[in-house]
């Protein structure tokens, strides 16, 4: 079966520090993989999408970036962190190949930014 | 640009009850609605999907429909029991990214 993991679970940053977030899949292989945020009184918000290693399509400008190094290792990155980067981010994959298929969640990082 | 929209945005009610979560979405060109599950602090739990050419799919005490042409869909729960407490969220597909609703917030009293 598949499996989702992300860490860290939490993550208490000071402005201006970078961030690194990963999440990994297991169990399957050729993922479409998906970074969202959830923020206070604004919803789930899909930040970026990849269909394959190395190949990042962002959906909204911000001050952050997502890489995929490997098949089922996807990464989001800040260099500088502001107050409203803080949120729950959640990692979501599904299977590739077609655009309709069921998205699986994993548990989120809850990061606060000070 | 697809919005959803999910009404109540809170619901309480009593054991035992069967209850309707509903969500409405502006575009009607999407390949699937899914519904979640959250848990306070938690990652999403998916409960049902239904693709564009399916009008209901169904999980044990969970049914949920679709009508692409009125733009709604309806989550179902019969029975219900205070395990089912949490917030449920809707996302229309329209290809490689979910438009989420902004959730009802579910309580069941026991």
């Known amino acids: 079966s598949q499996t989702i993991h992300q860490w860290p679970a939490t993550l208490v940053q000071p402005v201006g520090s970078p961030l690194s977030l990963e999440c990994t899949v297991e169990?399957?292989?050729?993922?479409?993989l998906y970074w969202y945020r959830q923020a206070a009184g604004r919803g789930l918000q899909l930040l970026f999408y990849?269909?394959?290693?190395?190949?990042i399509s962002s959906e909204v400008p911000q001050n952050l970036s997502a890489s995929r190094p490997q098949d089922r290792q996807f990464i989001l990155s800040s260099k500088k962190l502001l107050l409203s980067d803080s949120g729950f981010y959640l990692c979501?994959?599904?299977?590739?190949?077609?655009?309709?298929?069921?998205?699986?969640f994993g548990p989120g990082t809850r990061l606060t930014v000070l | 640009k697809q919005e959803v929209t999910q009404i109540p945005a809170a619901l309480s009610v009593p054991e035992g009850e069967n209850l309707v979560l509903n969500c409405s979405f502006t575009?009607?060109?999407?390949?699937?609605l899914q519904w979640f599950r959250q848990d306070p602090g938690k990652g999403l739990t998916s409960l049902l999907l239904?693709?564009?050419?399916?009008r209901e799919q169904t999980s044990g005490r969970l049914n949920a429909s679709l009508d692409k042409s009125s733009g709604r869909s309806t989550l179902y729960i019969a029975a219900s029991q205070p395990g089912d407490s949490a917030t449920y969220l809707c996302?229309?597909?329209?290809?490689?990214?979910?438009?989420f609703g902004g959730g009802t917030r579910l309580m069941v009293k026991p």
């Open positions: 575009d009607s060109a999407i390949y699937n």
């Open positions: 979501a994959w599904s299977p590739g190949l077609a655009n309709y298929n069921e998205q699986f």
């Open positions: 996302a229309g597909n329209a290809g490689n990214m979910l438009t």
């Open positions: 169990g399957t292989s050729n993922p479409n």
């Open positions: 990849s269909v394959g290693i190395g190949q």
């Open positions: 239904i693709q564009s050419s399916q």
